[in-house]
């Protein structure tokens, strides 16, 4: 499931940066939304490795909340963490950069409760 998921998220990233790509032209602004992307992959990635249901005992009445709660935060803080990172340590131009970031996270986010309901 999570290779689906992997799938879709990578699908939607390309064609979201496609069409920020237009937003913010110019070779830093490109740079700026591809290091988005693969940072929003991988934290997607383990992100939704938390949101998966419990294989081997039944999930406690709210889990998927709890876990999804714990997604979020993980989100907020990631995108925290490289606004600091990116623009103050790498240089990148900081509009191109979180926009790109937050609009990856908010796509793919879109996609998890459709994987998890198929998951169960």
């Known amino acids: 499931m999570v ?10 990233i390309v064609a979201l940066g ?19 992307a693969v940072v929003a992959l991988a934290v997607q990635l383990g992100t939704f490795a938390i ?10 009445p709210g889990g998927l909340l709890m ?4 997604g979020a935060v993980i989100r907020l803080l990631s ?3 490289y606004g600091i ?12 950069a979180l ?5 990856f996270f908010f796509v793919t986010m879109l996609a998890e409760p459709l994987m998890l ?4």
């Open 117 to 120: 309901t198929n998951a169960s």
């Open 79 to 81: 995108l925290v963490f």
């Open 99 to 103: 926009v790109s970031l937050a609009a």
């Open 18 to 36: 496609f069409v920020l790509s237009r937003f913010f032209p110019g070779a830093q602004e490109l740079k700026a939304i591809e290091a988005s």
């Open 85 to 96: 990172v990116a623009t103050k340590l790498i240089g990148l131009p900081a509009s191109p």
């Open 67 to 70: 876990r999804w709660g714990m």
């Open 51 to 60: 949101l998966m249901p419990p294989r081997d005992r039944p999930d406690p």
């Open 3 to 12: 290779l689906k998921f992997a799938g879709v998220s990578l699908a939607l």
